[in-house]
């Protein structure tokens, strides 16, 4: 980032359409809305632009009494947010006479001494409202919006850059994208904290806590990291419809939208086949690729269990072979900084560049060593490679009868041109050409 962008909160009681708002502004579904009190549970920021500015919008849970920790730790959380944004939103429903919630929102957010907005949402529902009646929560500016029908929302934007600093976010390809995954519950965003050394995502010892998915951006070692933390991928026969849902897709969205992803699995519940099916997605979708066990701290354990274990699980995923393998612990914070060493490790191994004729020596090499096998006057032979230079990952082979390669042959091609140039932590793909087609006018390649 070229300055350090404003930080605008939208803070307000439960189901007031914060999020509807949020997601108005985004112009994409990003939190979750639905028709019940208390969805949005996580702060949820996400990077926003209007005319040229740029800005973090950070939507909130909604403000209620705490009831119980897990409740307490929510409204903690929304204060930590208010206390660090520039400008501050406070949303309330032009439907709906004043409540004592609305006041105490009102009040915690005057009291930062930050510019703070008054946004009276739903007007369509109410359009004979009085302004008066909202005045006095004493804050000014007061902006009518409707987030059904986007009105109001170009004149709310326009006060919000009249309040805040010029701030422009530079395109930055260095930015490295990981995204956490795993069933629910274990530990994602315990270690999700421990990385990021702040409280941003809500712990809970209760499945299902993270709802939405949260960034937070991090430097090690001169590398800027952008961490997501997702809520947990059930199977399929227990995804409920709706909120749910919802989070099942984010997380898979995640996995795009990231470079490297951290499998996480739970010391006490190995061996689960749902694991090893978010591995083959992060495989089929080319990420990298870390296997974490959390909770090692408290899984009942003997001299032999880490050197008993790890053969285990490479068992149970040998279809990632190059997947490295981690034994942590956010609650001693064993390896968690050894993890951004693999991130970094990854990120470089899926941007090494091989010479043409590096690659191409390698082929030969290989074929002459362990010629492919092959049918009755179909023998497959590989006569050229070259790496895409946008995609350091994919190689293309060109040669002839290649549909006739042996999947373990292109295994075994795969764990050799490791060998010779690394590429740990990351998935690689082969598309195979017959020498006398064409990518764009030839037979559909064949991928692996």
């Known amino acids: ?14 189901n007031v359409g914060k999020s509807s708002l949020f997601n108005a ?6 939190a979750i809305v639905a028709r019940e009190a208390g969805t949005t549970r996580d702060s949820i920021m996400a990077k926003a632009a209007y005319r040229g500015q740029n800005f973090w919008l950070v939507d909130t849970a909604g403000i209620k009494d705490a009831e119980d920790d897990f409740e307490f730790t929510i409204q903690e959380q929304i204060q930590q947010a208010a206390d660090s944004a520039e400008v501050i939103w406070v949303v309330i429903e032009a ?3 004043i409540t004592e919630e609305d006041r105490r929102v009102a009040k915690m957010a005057l009291k930062t001494r930050k510019p703070v907005f008054l946004v009276v949402n739903k007007w369509d529902k109410a359009p004979k409202a009085e302004i008066t009646d909202f005045q006095r929560l004493g804050i000014k500016p007061i902006i009518l919006t409707s987030t059904t029908q986007t009105k109001g929302i170009e004149g709310l934007l326009d006060e919000l850059t009249a309040h805040i600093p010029k701030a422009t976010l530079a395109d930055d390809d260095e930015t490295i994208s990981v995204a956490l995954l795993g069933r629910p519950n274990v530990g994602k965003s315990a270690l999700f904290n421990s990385l990021a050394k702040k409280q941003q995502a809500i712990v809970a010892d209760r499945a299902g806590t993270t709802r939405d998915v949260n960034r937070a951006t991090v430097r090690y070692q001169g590398k800027t990291i952008e961490l997501m933390d997702t809520a947990g991928i059930r199977r399929s026969g227990h995804i409920k419809k709706g909120v749910e849902r919802f989070s099942v897709i984010r997380s898979l969205a995640a996995i795009e939208q990231s470079d490297i992803c951290l499998l996480l699995m739970d010391a006490n519940e190995l061996n689960v086949a749902l694991d090893q099916k978010i591995a083959g997605m992060i495989k089929e979708a080319g990420k990298g690729l870390v296997l974490v066990v959390s909770k090692w701290d408290s899984a009942e354990k003997d001299a032999y269990t880490r050197d008993t274990i790890a053969p285990q699980i490479a068992n149970n995923y040998e279809f990632v072979p190059w997947a490295p393998l981690i034994l942590t612990s956010s609650v001693t914070g064993q390896n968690v900084t050894k993890l951004f060493d693999l991130i970094l490790e990854i990120a470089t191994a899926r941007e090494t560049q091989v010479k043409t004729t590096e690659l191409n020596r390698w082929l030969r090499d290989v074929s002459d060593k362990h010629p492919p096998a092959g049918l009755k006057n179909r023998t497959p032979k590989l006569n050229y490679i070259v790496q895409e230079k ?3 990952t994919n190689f293309k082979v060109y040669g002839a009868h290649t549909k006739f390669l042996h999947w ?19 998935p ?9 087609e064409t990518h764009k006018h030839g037979t559909k390649p064949e991928k692996v």
């Open 1 to 14: 980032m070229a300055k350090k962008l404003p930080i605008v909160a939208i803070v307000g009681r439960a």
């Open 428 to 436: 690689l793909r082969f598309w195979f050409f017959e020498k006398h």
């Open 95 to 97: 439907d709906v006479p």
């Open 408 to 426: 373990s042959y292109k295994r075994y091609m795969d764990r050799k041109l490791r060998e010779q140039f690394g590429f740990a932590g990351t």
């Open 25 to 30: 502004i985004l112009d994409r579904r990003e």
């Open 390 to 392: 946008e995609s350091p």
